[in-house]
């Protein structure tokens, strides 16, 4: 029988060996993390890069799809609560319990957490603005509207569709500008959104190579090789079965949209 003290020490090691350290992140200005908003392995690793780069004081900030641009924890101390945070960032729509490590580890290390999507208020305005479509080739508008008739599951309307794509293409934009405001010289902001809009060949790389001077950018896009993004690592990470989005979808799109 092993000593106590001996086969703690085994264990330990064969934990560590299970487990192997994240490879080292790039020194890219601009770190980009594609992510699938319903596996928790993506944004927990997510965490974990926040957690590193702030404890060699690297990050400026966090820049998040999941708060609307101009909202921010800038006005925080470190030690405020989940509640504190959810109001600053004005949360809604969002599985709070699915973000709260990667936005609390930012705030406890105090680091700034940055909305950086289109408001709410802006989408009117966004989808019936026709100037959006030539932001982009008509290559990066296929893809789009590909990942949009896929993301509504093949139900979305047809006349629908041109205003979605504007949609997504403002979502970018407003993401690449917030990246950019939150930029400090000898640091790195991270990006956390999802794989569309980190995607090099229809999201936010685009609109970040457009600014005099254009930033460094990696892009990080969890999940295995295959699909059609274009990133320059795909990362590894543990899939967590989850319902079929597409039910229930159909009813949804049926109800008339509510009035403003």
């Known amino acids: 029988m092993l ?13 560590a060996c299970a ?12 770190l980009i993390f594609g992510e699938q908003h319903d596996q928790p392995d993506h944004q927990r690793q997510t965490a974990q890069a926040v957690r590193r780069l702030a404890d060699q004081g690297r990050l400026a900030a966090l820049v998040i799809e999941m708060a609307e641009r101009g909202r921010s924890t800038t006005s925080l101390p470190h030690d405020a609560d ?9 949360w809604s729509g969002w599985e709070w319990p699915v973000y709260e490590g990667v936005v609390m580890t930012a705030v ?13 208020a802006a989408l ?4 019936a603005d026709a100037s959006r479509d030539a932001l982009l080739d008509a290559g990066a508008r296929e893809r789009l509207a590909a990942a949009v008739r896929e993301g509504h599951c093949g139900l979305l309307p047809a006349e629908q569709e041109p205003g979605m794509v504007r949609v997504q293409i403002g979502r970018d934009q407003s993401l690449a500008a917030t990246v950019i405001e939150a930029l400090r010289p000898g640091q790195q902001v991270i990006l956390l959104t999802g794989a569309q809009h980190a995607s090099r060949d229809r999201g936010v790389p685009l609109h970040l190579a457009r600014q ?18 274009a990133a320059d690592e795909l990362r590894a990470a ?15 799109l049926r109800q ?3 009035k403003s």
């Open 256 to 258: 008339p949209p509510a």
């Open 212 to 229: 005099a001077p254009a930033p460094s950018v990696h892009v990080l896009i969890f999940g295995e090789q295959g699909h059609d993004l």
């Open 19 to 30: 487990s192997p350290p994240p490879p080292p992140l790039p020194d890219a200005q601009v």
């Open 124 to 127: 009117r305005e966004t989808m």
């Open 3 to 15: 000593p106590t003290r001996f086969a703690a020490a085994l264990l330990l090691a064969l934990a």
């Open 82 to 90: 989940a509640a504190r945070v959810r109001a600053a960032l004005a």
């Open 238 to 252: 543990r899939f967590t079965p989850r319902p079929d989005p597409c039910e229930g979808l159909a009813q949804r």
């Open 108 to 120: 406890r290390a105090g680091v700034p957490v940055l909305g950086g999507n289109l408001p709410r």
